[in-house]
């Protein structure tokens, strides 16, 4: 389960579907260069995990929209706090990793 909910794309659907409701097209562009093939299938994930929940709208196109559970409401605290420490420590991290290629392009 660690793996599953540790995922890139799965810690970035939730943290795009912590800021509430939304439909497959406008999640695949707030969450950014993700497949439409890996989207869906990290939405089935959440799903089938209790995370997410689908909501079809019968509708002509049918609508479909993704929102949290209580359960992906609790998962997107500690997603969003990692998200938080990321943005916090950019510089760092960036400033690390320029050190890392100087050192290996020395050797």
Avoid: C, H
């Avoid at 659907?13 to 707030?30: K, M, S, T, W, Y």
């Avoid at 089938?48 to 509708?59: D, K, M």
């Amino acid at each position: 389960m660690l793996a599953r909910i540790s995922d890139k794309w799965t810690l970035l659907v939730v943290r795009v579907l912590g800021q509430g409701p939304r439909r497959f097209n406008a999640l695949r562009r707030e969450v950014g260069e993700i497949s439409q093939k890996v989207l869906a299938s990290t939405l089935r994930d959440l799903e089938e995990n209790g995370f997410v929940t689908r909501t079809v709208t019968p509708v002509t196109p049918p609508q479909v929209e993704y929102e949290l559970t209580d359960l992906g409401r609790e998962l997107f605290k500690p997603v969003q706090g990692i998200a938080d420490w990321v943005v916090a420590n950019s510089t760092r991290i960036e400033a690390a990793r320029a050190a890392y290629a100087k050192r290996r392009a020395r050797e």
